[in-house]
């Protein structure tokens, strides 16, 4: 079975500053691969996938994450963040030809962005 | 705007008083999911059904199971909650076949007193 794991529990970066949070996942088949964010009080939403091509996905808020294969990554990314970023973060990936219709999550990255 | 709604947002019950919790959704998809998430932990899988096909997940209790009587609505009985029971349970739902994304709804936070 396929698993999930994001190793920064909680980060904490002041506006302006560059972020990337890490998703590592086990899988040896083709995957599909998602990012998606909690704002506070409101209910998980996707923020990017992945399915084929281009490596390098844009998503939403300018946010985007690179899937590299070699290392069963796909590490989040933002240039600049803004206090609106503060959020929980999830990866989640899901094994295709094997209950195609199943996300598996990470246990999630709180990010806090002081003004 | 289609969506997936969950009621209640906030569900008080109490230890082995059976609770039903409810999700519907506007976007007519084929899969509609139940999942549980305890504070800081992913959220887990318990069930889904791909139209009226129902799938288990092996490590969900035998006190949790659903009903979906129709395309926009599913529910989530918890026969006799436990304390442990407590938790945020969220509704997603996807089209299924090659469209993996899921759209999930607000959540409900069970309490169990």
């Known amino acids: 079975a396929q698993s999930v794991s994001q190793h920064n529990h909680h980060v904490i970066l002041s506006e302006a500053a560059s972020l990337e949070l890490g998703c590592n996942y086990s899988y040896g088949g083709t995957v599909n691969l998602f990012w998606y964010v909690q704002y506070p009080g409101q209910h998980l939403q996707l923020l990017l996938k992945?399915?084929?091509?281009?490596?390098l996905v844009k998503g939403i808020k300018g946010f985007e994450a690179e899937f590299i294969k070699s290392k069963f990554s796909f590490n989040l990314r933002k240039p600049s963040v803004q206090w609106s970023d503060t959020a929980e973060y999830f990866c989640?990936?899901?094994?295709?030809?094997?209950?195609?219709?199943?996300?598996?999550f990470g246990t999630g990255t709180r990010l806090t962005i002081i003004p | 705007d289609a969506m997936v709604i969950q009621n209640p947002r906030y569900q008080v019950t109490q230890f082995g008083k059976p609770v039903t919790l409810s999700c519907s959704q506007t976007l007519n998809h084929n899969v509609m999911y139940w999942y549980q998430q305890k504070s800081s932990q992913a959220p887990k899988l318990l069930f889904h059904?791909?139209?009226?096909?129902?799938?288990n997940e092996a490590d969900t209790p035998d006190n949790f199971q659903s009903r979906r009587p129709n395309t926009s609505f599913c529910f989530l009985d918890i026969r006799s909650p436990g304390l442990g029971d407590a938790a945020m349970y969220l509704c997603?739902?996807?089209?299924?076949?090659?469209?993996?994304?899921?759209?999930f709804g607000p959540g409900t936070r069970l309490t169990v007193t």
């Open positions: 997603a739902t996807s089209r299924g076949g090659i469209s993996y994304e899921q759209y």
């Open positions: 059904y791909y139209d009226k096909d129902f799938n």
């Open positions: 992945y399915f084929s091509g281009d490596p």
């Open positions: 989640a990936v899901n094994a295709r030809g094997f209950g195609n219709e199943k996300l598996t």
